[in-house]
Structure formats: structure tokens, C-alpha cells
């Protein structure tokens, strides 16, 4: 009979031990799909599939082959937006991929730079599993004066292309949050759609904008004033309008001076992290 108990006891043991290892392994690879809300600070639904993220992808009239390379990283095996191993779902519903020209792609001059991302688009198989909606495009429409760029400190029409992310209906009335990557940017690792997408929505804290500092100014980049600012490839919210009167009131008091540059003196945007 002690034979029997013990026995009994080390079944029950090891059952607990399984228990508990599948549990630990659902939480690592099964993202919970109601938490608190960074926004709210109460429990939501699915935000997956109620928050709105659009994907900017500022772009001039000379980007077309920076663009071309951005997006053959995105048919690469080893940077797909989303695989087939994402336990979630394989499509996402509610991101958009939006690219921003400086100018009107419309305009007859643009026709043959439209066409060859219009080729590039229906070329890639990747965006079409992954996103519901499809790519599109927005034009700032800058004219001549409104699109210059004379040094690395001083650019309007970086800035003006910035601004209007908050000024845009295209954007604020449609998105709650964007994230711009730039042409250069590109992803390091598949699945980062996902990784994105939780970079956004699972943030301990509230935020207007979420980016990296500077990485490339040496050692005391943290500790030095003149270096202290964000990229301009960033998450930003959209829906809070003191934010959108603190960026237009950036606007009035900096415009000559590239954002990421004249964003060295604004500490309120903090120093959050967001790797892709």
C-alpha cells in the first residue's frame, strides 16, 4: 500500500510538472490576446484587431531603387513580414501599408515612377499573405519650395513630409498609431510584422512616440545634450491631441531645422526602444 501511495505521489508529480510546462510554453509562443491597455489601463478585447497601424514609408522622386531594395528584403525567407509558424493568425487585419510621396503620384510627371511600384507591389507575394488591406499611397503634394533639402541640418521638405503625419486627414482621421520606415530602413528578422505589432501594443506605458535614440555618437550618446534626440523612424500616436498641438507648435518654432536634428532639445519625446 505505501508502494501504491508513493507511486500515486510521483504520477501526480509528474502531471504537475507537464501542467506546468505547457502553461509556461503557451504563454511564451501563444500571445494572450486581452491585457491592460497602455491607453486605457483596463482590460480591452482583441485590440489585434481593432487598433489601427499604418506602416509609412516616406518616399521622394530619387528612392526608387532604395524602395526596390526595402522591398526585396520583404520576398526574402529571412525577413518575411509574417510566416506560417505566427500561432496567431497569418493575415492582419488592421495594418496598412502607406507610401508617402513628397510630391502628387498622380501628376503625369510621376506616371513611370508609379508603375514601377505598382510592379514591385504585385510582385510581392509576402504583403499579400500577410496584410488584408492593400498597399497604398498618399501624396503630401509639397510644391518646389515646400520639398528642399540643402544640408543635413536643414530641410524643409523632410520636414514638411514629417509634419504631416499630424496634419494629414489621410493619416490622423484613419490610424491610431504609424510607424514610419523610411526607405533605408530594413527588417532584420522574419515575422516582424508581429514583433511590430506588439512593440505597439504591448508597452508597459503610455507613449506619444517610440523610437531608438541615437546610436551612432559614440559612448556618451545618452549623456550628451547635443545628442539626445530620437530617430524620425518611429511609432508615433495619433490620437492624442496634445500631441498633435505640441508637434504643431515644434513646427512654429523649429521648421528650418531637420526633425531628427531639432528634436535633440525636445526631452518630452523620452527615449523608448523599438527593434524590428
Given at each position: 500500500r505505501e508502494r501504491t501511495v508513493n507511486r500515486t505521489c510521483k504520477i501526480l508529480f509528474v502531471v504537475v510538472i507537464l501542467l506546468g510546462t505547457v502553461y509556461?510554453?503557451?504563454?511564451?509562443?501563444?500571445?494572450?490576446?486581452?491585457?491592460?491597455?497602455?491607453?486605457?489601463?483596463?482590460?480591452?478585447?482583441?485590440?489585434?484587431?481593432?487598433?489601427?497601424?499604418g506602416i509609412v514609408i516616406p518616399f521622394i522622386d530619387r528612392d526608387l531603387?532604395?524602395?526596390?531594395?526595402?522591398?526585396?528584403?520583404?520576398?526574402?525567407?529571412?525577413?518575411l513580414p509574417c510566416t506560417d509558424d505566427d500561432h496567431m493568425r497569418t493575415k492582419f487585419p488592421n495594418i496598412t501599408v502607406i507610401l508617402?510621396?513628397?510630391r502628387d503620384i498622380e501628376d503625369e510627371e510621376y506616371a513611370e515612377l508609379k508603375m514601377a511600384l505598382d510592379e514591385e507591389i504585385r510582385g510581392m507575394s509576402s504583403i499579400q499573405k500577410c496584410l488584408v488591406k492593400p498597399v497604398i499611397y498618399v501624396s503630401a503634394k509639397l510644391t518646389d519650395e515646400e520639398d528642399g533639402y540643402l544640408d543635413a541640418t536643414t530641410a524643409n521638405g523632410p520636414n514638411n513630409l514629417w509634419h504631416g503625419l499630424f496634419e494629414n486627414k489621410a493619416f490622423?482621421?484613419?490610424y491610431d498609431y504609424v510607424f514610419v520606415m523610411e526607405?533605408?530602413?530594413?527588417?532584420?528578422?522574419?515575422?516582424?510584422?508581429?514583433?511590430?505589432?506588439?512593440?505597439?501594443?504591448?508597452?508597459?506605458?503610455?507613449?506619444?512616440?517610440k523610437g531608438t535614440i541615437c546610436l551612432s555618437c559614440g559612448n556618451n550618446a545618452i549623456n550628451t545634450?547635443?545628442?539626445?534626440?530620437?530617430?524620425?523612424?518611429a511609432i508615433y500616436y495619433l490620437q492624442d491631441q496634445e500631441f498633435?498641438?505640441?508637434?504643431?507648435?515644434?513646427?512654429d518654432y523649429n521648421n528650418d531645422i531637420n526633425y531628427t536634428s531639432g528634436a535633440r532639445g525636445v526631452r518630452v519625446f523620452g527615449a523608448g526602444r523599438t527593434l524590428l
Open positions: 509556461l510554453l503557451n504563454a511564451i509562443f501563444w500571445m494572450p490576446t486581452r491585457y491592460s491597455s497602455p491607453l486605457h489601463g483596463s482590460l480591452v478585447g482583441d485590440v489585434r484587431d481593432t487598433t489601427r497601424i531603387s532604395r524602395l526596390r531594395r526595402q522591398f526585396s528584403t520583404w520576398k526574402s525567407q529571412r525577413t508617402y510621396f513628397s490622423i482621421d484613419h526607405s533605408d530602413v530594413l527588417p532584420i528578422r522574419s515575422n516582424w510584422l508581429r514583433c511590430l505589432q506588439d512593440n505597439i501594443l504591448l508597452s508597459a506605458h503610455r507613449y506619444w512616440m545634450v547635443a545628442e539626445y534626440h530620437m530617430n524620425g523612424n498633435i498641438d505640441l508637434i504643431g507648435a515644434y513646427r
